[in-house]
């Protein structure tokens, strides 16, 4: 059975149609890479993935549980499946580890210790071990991007949801994010990505998602569909982006 | 019989400032708990309860607090509670308190980005969770400063409950001058000692503004 | 529960209670003209004023801001004539709440003249215009914009203390109040009416102050 089943769903803002009959199935060990213009919709689709968005048609499954559905419990499916902004979204307040372990420790119901314990396996994934107890705001945006991530795997997801995550950074600090990113997809985690970084995608992803205008416009192998495009949207979008 | 206004009134009116610091501190703690409801009703998403805490919050800021304070002293017969000025002064205050600090708290509830709640909820957290862990300790960093403000405000008002009868500082002062015919003294005397316990508060309400806009 | 509510008595002194509410309209507007015009004169002075200037407008601030009004309004009426000054109930009340909202208007337009970016008057400047003119169309209408919320939740909350100055027994909606009761006995009632008309009064202010603003700063 797919991890991901996304089954002819429309979501609407008030009139606004935003996702209109998309579909789209993950296996386990995928990596989708997600791209589209500005207001295509992907962001709204990865939060609807993890119950952020309600949806008024259709349906999505994960790992076999119904996101839509009144009778799901939102904080399991929220256990296996991680989301990932653009603005890290850190808690100022907390420090790093504590950043981490405040979701294990409240509904795993581990201890603060073992707790600790998961913070340092996974700020070692991204690097930043020795950072277990600053706070976010002494670190640089990468660095809290890195964070950001380690307090997603620290729940142990079975899918993770990456939403333009290297967009807010410098240049410079795009590739120890990226460098996380590589690690993680060497290591078999199944994720969707949304990105404008396309040789991450090529290289990468195992197959691409193009939306256009809340619709799934185009979708196949990654490198071969970035390379020839079968639909005059993508091209142009290719074109755009790449130039 | 009259006397000089001399060191012995002030005294009294020293030891009077005892019921306005007393009648304060009652309505600032039966005022917190009820902000807190309706601050929480506030950003609940839960659409009656909001409504219930703005009717609430507009009700209360909409009505003189002499007012309330005459309602409560001359309803507390109607339900059967001995008519005392300070019941319905701690009551009367209370239910004040309570929609100022409520809705200021709600301000700084409001002010913690969106997004926070939503990285708590992505997590996995419920609404009470997020409230806890990830809001509020931040919220009540923000609510400091506006909330000693208000206590500043909630210490002269409670001279109101001179009026009907509750002897605090300002009913101190009106019996002193009932007795030495010296209002300016005494009215001055007063007023200097409300200043010498809102002017530090004050003080200290505007340290602490500027200390969270500071480095961070 | 064996009380019986009974509003008819008070509701029959409807004469009387309009007379209450037209002194409350009219403390209420008197006062906000001065307690503006203090507040703007005031702000100028302490942030464009001489030293001595700047450091008197802070004490009268600091001296009002943390005392109650009520203590206020019992020097100037019954403490004042010691001194050979002597008010009506009436001017004593406008004085004291004017002299009140001043010290609050004091530091909102001063907030507000605050909060105009430098850089703008410098490039006002920079265009040629005089200082008048900078001030005037470049610094004083966004400040008034940036002031007005404040400005008018202080206005309401000014209109509901002067209920305060019928304890000088200045004749204002409150103190009609008192008088109804003292014919009727009916306490309760009284004031639960009175309450609500405050209400509806500060309703009628918080529509008129938004109406206001859409009329002069929203369609620019
Ligand atoms: N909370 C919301 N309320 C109303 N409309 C929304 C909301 N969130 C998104 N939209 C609208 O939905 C559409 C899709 O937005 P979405 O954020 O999913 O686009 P996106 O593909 O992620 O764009 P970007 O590349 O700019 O992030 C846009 O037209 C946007 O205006
Ligand atoms: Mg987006």
Redesign the interface.
Known sequence: MALLEIDKITKRFGTNTVLDDVSLTVDAGEIIAVIGRSGSGKSTMLRCI?G?EPIQGGRITVDGMQVNDKATD??????QV??V?Q?Y??????SVSRNIT??PT??KGITEAEGREIAREVLQRVGLEEKLDAYP?QLSGGQQQRVAIA??LA?RPKLMLFDEITSALDPELTGEVLKVLEDMAKSGMTMILVTHEMGFARRFGSRLVFMHEGRIREEGPAAATLAEPRTQELETFLGAVLH | MIREFGWVDVLYLVFAMRWTLALTATAFIGGGLIGLVIAVLRVSRVWPLQAIAVLYVQAIQGTPLLVLLFVFFFGLSIVGLPVLPWIAAALAFSIYAGAFLGEIWRGALDAIPKTQWEAGSALGLGFGEQLRHVIMPQAIRMAIPPTVGFLVQLIKNTSLAATIGFVELTREGQLTTASTFQPFAVYLTVAFLYFLTCFPLTQWSRHLERRSYGPA | MSYTFQFRDVFAAWEFILQGVAMTLYLSAVTMVLGLAIGVACAAGRLYGPKPLRVLVGVYVESIRNTPLLVQLFIIFFGLPSLGVRFDATTAAVITLAVNLGAYATEIVRAGLEAVPKAQVEAGHSLGLSGLQVFRHIVLFPALRMMYPSLASQFILLMLATSITSQIAVEDLFHVASIIQSRTFRDFEVYTVIGVLYLLLALVFRGGFALLYQLVFARR
Do not use: T, V, W, Y
Not at chain 1, 89 to 94: A, I
């Open positions: 993890n952020l939102l904080r399991k499916l929220r256990q991680g989301i902004f603005s979204n850190l808690f100022p307040h907390l405040l979701a409240l509904i705001d307090r997603s729940m």
